[in-house]
């Protein structure tokens, strides 16, 4: 049966790597300073006493290559498009699981860069599947591919998250790496659950800061209205009180993909609109893996299999936050209708109707899954 994977030592809670590999500048860390060259403070703390602090010194990025066992020139490989090839040196960490096909992996990371445009300094996680095929994704860097954080900028936290697909032997591992210098080093922390950053590292939107929808939003929906500019970068909306919920882009580009959370037993319907109701099953959608439509996107989709005994609080923001990505950058207004039931009658379950819910929450966080990344076969 799928499920997640647990690493040894994922949240580095021995206080040191016990259970990993390294390479380069790597330690087992508490709360930390990252100090940027403008002079500005990034204070990071893991999810609970310890994380992995990575440092892009050490190691020349040859030497990564062959840690990981890739191919010498498959990290530049993946800058050469963005016009980035000059990776010199950094720091690289990895474990090896046994898996299933239909098991999840997850960890939490967030990227600090010390350096200034036109220095790229990029971020990476490696996926080796059992038949050797390997997915190389940039997580972030100054100026993308990935997530551009700008001169001295930072990510936010965010989780690199894949469902895998073969019986056997995976390595997971996350490098960071300085481009065309060896000074000024980006960093990169790791962990099984997110940390936090002061002052605040998720700009306006995120999940710490969140947007709220309209004022005078209608009874029976929440309608919000923003503007897409890298469509595949989620946007996320909190419903907070629900056993499913529908999706229905008013105007602008169709929804691309849908990003689950982990409630209940992580497994959710979803379903296609056949132009009268939603009767098309799409298939079973993942907690924190990208669910993808059809290459044109749907306009509107529905999510069902939200446990009632989950009895989701509706006093929390942040009950249930999912993402969309979309296939196009535009202006977007989307409505969103909860499907709730009445649970004062437990044993005798009415059916589900589309009420409004309270506090509801827009939250536009940014991800590059399948972004910036490249897959081959090592020889």
Same mark, same amino acid.
């Given at each position: /049966?799928? #499920?997640?994977?647990?690493?040894?030592?994922?949240?580095?809670?021995?206080?040191?790597?016990?259970?990993?590999?390294?390479?380069?500048?790597?330690?087992?860390?508490?709360?930390?300073?990252?100090?940027?060259?403008?002079?500005?403070?990034?204070?990071?703390?893991?999810?609970?006493?310890?994380?992995?602090? /990575?440092?892009?010194?050490?190691?020349?990025?040859?030497?990564?290559?062959?840690?990981?066992?890739?191919?010498?020139?498959?990290?530049?490989?993946?800058?050469? $498009?963005?016009?980035?090839?000059?990776?010199?040196?950094?720091? #690289?960490?990895s474990q090896s699981f046994v898996a299933s096909a239909g098991d999840t992996i997850d960890m939490s990371w967030n990227y600090a860069a010390r350096d200034y445009i036109p220095f790229t300094d990029p971020s990476f996680a490696v996926l080796i599947a059992p038949d050797g095929t390997t997915q190389i994704e940039t997580l972030a860097s100054t100026t993308g591919p990935g997530l551009a954080t700008g001169s001295d900028g930072i990510s936010g936290v965010f989780s690199f998250a894949e469902e895998l697909s073969q019986d056997g032997e995976y390595t997971i591992g996350f490098a960071v790496t300085n481009s065309s210098?060896?000074?000024?080093?980006?960093?990169?922390?790791?962990?099984?659950?997110?940390?936090?950053?002061? $002052?605040?590292?998720?700009?306006?939107?995120?999940?710490?800061? $969140?947007?709220? $929808?309209?004022?005078?939003?209608?009874?029976?929906?929440?309608?919000?209205?923003?503007?897409?500019?890298?469509?595949?970068?989620?946007?996320?909306?909190?419903?907070?009180? #629900?056993?499913?919920?529908?999706?229905?882009?008013?105007?602008?580009?169709?929804?691309?993909?849908?990003?689950?959370?982990?409630i209940g037993d992580g497994i959710f319907d979803v379903y296609g609109w056949d132009g009268s109701d939603y009767n098309l099953f799409l298939g079973e959608a993942l907690a924190n893996i990208a669910f993808d439509f059809e290459p044109d996107g749907v306009s509107q989709f529905q999510v069902k299999g939200i446990e009632v005994e989950e009895m989701l609080d509706p006093s929390d923001p942040a009950a249930f936050i999912t993402g969309l990505t979309f296939v196009e950058a535009g202006d977007v207004d989307i409505s969103q209708i909860a499907i709730t039931i009445d649970t004062d009658d437990l044993v005798d379950v009415p059916a589900p109707s589309s009420l409004g819910l309270l506090g509801i929450s827009l939250i536009m966080m940014r991800s590059i899954r399948k972004k910036a990344s490249i897959s081959f076969m090592n020889k």
């Open positions: /049966m799928a #499920a997640p994977i647990s690493l040894i030592n994922q949240g580095f809670e021995t206080g040191d790597l016990s259970g990993w590999d390294t390479i380069g500048q790597v330690v087992a860390a508490g709360p930390t300073t990252v100090v940027t060259n403008n002079g500005t403070n990034y204070l990071i703390s893991p999810n609970e006493s310890s994380m992995a602090f /990575m440092d892009s010194f050490g190691a020349s990025v040859s030497e990564i290559e062959s840690f990981f066992g890739i191919a010498s020139g498959s990290f530049n490989a993946t800058q050469t $498009p963005f016009g980035n090839s000059s990776l010199t040196n950094g720091s #690289a960490i210098d060896t000074i000024l080093n980006a960093t990169l922390f790791l962990d099984d659950a997110a940390g936090e950053c002061n $002052p605040s590292c998720n700009e306006l939107g995120s999940p710490e800061n $969140p947007l709220l $929808p309209e004022e005078d939003d209608t009874p029976d929906s929440f309608d919000f209205s923003f503007t897409v500019t890298e469509p595949s970068f989620p946007i996320f909306i909190d419903p907070i009180v #629900a056993v499913g919920y529908d999706y229905v882009v008013n105007s602008g580009p169709n929804v691309a993909s849908v990003i689950l959370p982990e």
